[in-house]
């Protein structure tokens, strides 16, 4: 006959044994993330565990990594007031200026909300899930982007007395591009280890947890950017005039290349220079002319996905910190070649090259982009391609596929990371095929 007092002593211990198991693998994936690894892999099938047991390790996790994303909230919260203090305190000088005054900065207000970015529509009740403390962050995140759009705006009305149109309209954003980890995969339940659901849940939180640390870093970069480019430098630079029509001396468009090279229905083997959309279906046209900007810090790659400054704001009369504390300008590059290589590209750098193209007509075109190393493009402020992150010889054509562009001018920015030896990008675009 079993000794019920035996019996008790071993379920007590036993039940000591499994809470300190899960407590154990809890602490151990919230602290060393990579733990969550075991979670799905092959040495998984050492664990073995209940779907009760399950539910239970994806509620600690989901209840650990809610209270470590709400602190990231109430950690850049004080830089979200910093933003704010110095969006008043720009509109502030707008309403002191004569030649502004108040009904400028109204005018200036308005326009400038309707270029913010939509906030994501947050859970009801707010940051109750972790989902919704991961939205929690996203929307101070976007709280500082739009009053650092403001502030940009009011900046270029102070500099050059512009009217409100052209000073909110030369404030180019490129929203930090955010990968949403999923409502769905971080509040499903699996049913074991092997369930996809686990495996879903498991890259959520990892997604989730890269996206959290980068709106960290973003958030206090903006900040920084705002602080270090407050006292702005004294000129009336004509960016828009300059950049769309060429410079007065007629450097920029080359006309006469262009009609030269159509005219003998020959391109180059690289491609017609150019930022005029005017070619043959088949033609190659690659972007000539660029306003670049760097070299970034990357040491060590730690900024691979770190957003600096043109991420957020295209602003061609900014100087911004990079590489070494350099003190950073927009230049503009006219290159009769396809690929555009930064004369100094040290190892471990970023540069950005931001640029329009005008096509005749709205519709999809052809672009083939490629990067030396790791390159990003967007099109019209939207993340487009990202290549792979492995280092690599230039490619022109490492990537080619259709995209929507307006009728008019269209903005490409790319951004290309050098890990060591040389670097360069390209970007070229060709007409659509006939009939479409
Ligand atoms: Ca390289």
Not at 207 to 216: K, N, R, Y
Not at 270 to 299: A, S
């Amino acid at each position: 006959m079993a000794n019920p007092k035996r019996s008790d002593h071993s379920f007590l211990i036993s039940l000591i044994v499994s809470a300190v198991i899960m407590v154990s693998v809890i602490l151990g994936i919230f602290c060393f993330p990579q733990v969550l690894d075991l979670l799905g892999h092959g040495q998984s099938s050492e664990i073995r565990l209940s779907p009760a047991e399950v539910k239970e390790t994806q509620d600690g996790l989901r209840a650990s990594y809610r209270v470590k994303w709400l602190d990231g909230s109430t950690r850049i919260a004080p830089i979200r007031d910093q933003v704010m203090r110095l969006r008043a305190e720009a509109f502030q000088q707008v309403t002191a200026d004569s030649q502004l005054g108040p009904a400028y900065l109204d005018s200036l207000i308005a326009r400038s909300a309707t270029r913010h970015i939509a906030m994501p529509p947050l859970g009801v009740p707010r940051a109750d899930t972790i989902h919704d403390a991961y939205l929690k962050m996203r929307e101070i995140e976007l709280e500082i982007v739009n009053a650092a759009f403001d502030i940009y705006a009011a900046r270029n009305a102070l500099l050059s007395h512009r009217d409100v149109a052209e000073a909110v309209d030369l404030v180019k954003v490129v929203p930090p591009q955010r990968i949403d980890p999923g409502r769905t995969a971080l509040l499903t339940d699996a049913r074991s280890l092997k369930d996809p659901a686990m495996a879903a849940f498991r890259a959520a939180i990892r997604t989730g947890l890269e996206e959290v640390d980068l709106m960290s870093k973003h958030a206090q970069g903006s900040l920084d950017r705002l602080v270090a480019s407050n006292v702005r430098r004294g000129g009336d630079l004509d960016i828009e005039g300059a950049f769309i029509f060429g410079s007065a001396s007629g450097e920029s468009l080359h006309p006469d290349d262009l009609v030269q090279d159509v005219a003998n229905q020959e391109p180059a083997p690289e491609g017609l220079p150019g930022r005029i959309m005017q070619g043959k279906p088949g033609t190659w046209m690659y972007l000539d002319k660029w306003y670049v900007l760097g070299p970034f810090e990357n040491k060590r790659r730690v900024n691979l996905d770190t957003s600096f400054q043109p991420e957020v704001v295209i602003n061609l009369d900014e100087q911004v910190l990079g590489k070494d504390g350099r003190k950073l300008n927009w230049e503009y590059w006219f290159r009769r070649k396809q690929r555009i290589e930064p004369l100094w590209a040290p190892n471990n750098c970023i540069y950005y090259g931001w640029t329009e193209v005008h096509v005749p007509k709205a519709g999809k075109y052809f672009v083939a982009a490629g990067s030396d190393d790791y390159g990003k493009l967007w099109i019209n402020g939207k993340l487009v391609w990202k290549s792979s992150t492995r280092a690599k010889p230039f490619r022109p054509d490492e990537h080619v596929a259709e995209y929507d562009f307006k009728e008019g001018l269209n903005e490409i920015l790319f951004r290309c990371e050098n890990q060591f030896g040389t670097m360069g990008w390209s970007v070229m675009i060709a007409p659509p095929a006939p009939g479409t």
